[in-house]
């Protein structure tokens, strides 16, 4: 509807994660830089955590793509909520395996013997399991059991597991406590910065075609980042309804009342103006009367 009205020849804040769209920030770039030192290292276990709509899983897309040659065979599984049995079965699957898949012995067999003939024609193979907070203990302590496979002197397989901040809970189970020994990288995605935030979005508009100089002006921006808090999934929303807003109202700069309206239609209300500062107040004023209370009960 605004992509003419703005010079846009498609839509720049989709949430659908789209490697063409990525933005590396400086998080970004660090859980990049420990996912290809992990894989390039052969570390076996990998674990990459972080917030919902950080971009875990668009930089596990871009970073398949990167992998994506004759030196590495992929498999991504995206509904990990499955049982032991179906995980390999899926796993299997992804790999091209035709085995006999009745029980779980029959295909750790075949992907042990397909390990090995990848690794003696000089493959690397990785298995990026997402959304491993879903998994069941039982499926993990399985996918410890692959990481068995193994030569003397390397692993065979690089599992990398992401997910939410409660699969560092999982993994701190007393009955996992072999599979958490055997991560070699870990690493927690945060959120980006405010300017990263404020890249972030000129890039993806740069990405869609835009040619105007200037979407989004200072106060709009400074809005966004407020109520988003830096998440890429919180931004893409926003933006988009602003500029919903902006080409509704026939404005061409977004400011930070189309900001601000855009957050009402989304049915969010803004952070208001000194919210922290007063709750800073509320606090010391409690701390003083709990201490004036004191004194007085103490005399």
Known sequence: MYLDYYGLSEKPFTITPNPRFIYLSKNHKEVFAHLLFGIRDHAGFIVVTGEVGTGKTTVLR??????????YRLAFIFNPAVSALDLLRNIAREYGLECDDSNNSHIVDALNAFLLQQRSEGRSVVLVIDEAQNLEPSVLEQIRLLSNLETETDKLI????????????????????????????????????????????????????????????????????????????L?????????????????????????????????????????????????????AIAVLAGVYFAA
């Open 235 to 287: 931004i893409n929303l926003v933006c988009d309804r602003a500029l919903l807003v902006g080409y509704a109202e026939g404005c061409r700069e977004i400011d930070g009342k189309m900001v601000r309206g855009a957050i009402k239609e989304m049915g969010q209300k803004p952070a208001a103006p000194g919210h922290r500062r007063f709750l800073w107040i509320g606090a010391l004023a409690a701390v």
């Open 62 to 71: 871009t970073l398949l793509g990167e992998l994506e040659d004759e030196s």
């Open 158 to 233: 690089q599992i990398i597991l992401v997910g939410q901040p409660e699969l560092n809970d999982v993994l701190s189970r007393t009955d996992l406590r072999q599979l958490s020994q055997r991560i070699a990288v870990r690493y927690h995605l945060l959120p980006m910065d405010f300017t990263d935030t404020c890249d972030y979005i000129h890039h993806r508009l740069r990405i869609a075609g835009g040619t105007q100089q200037r979407v989004f002006n200072e106060s709009a921006l400074k809005k966004i980042y407020r109520f988003s808090r830096g998440y890429p999934r």
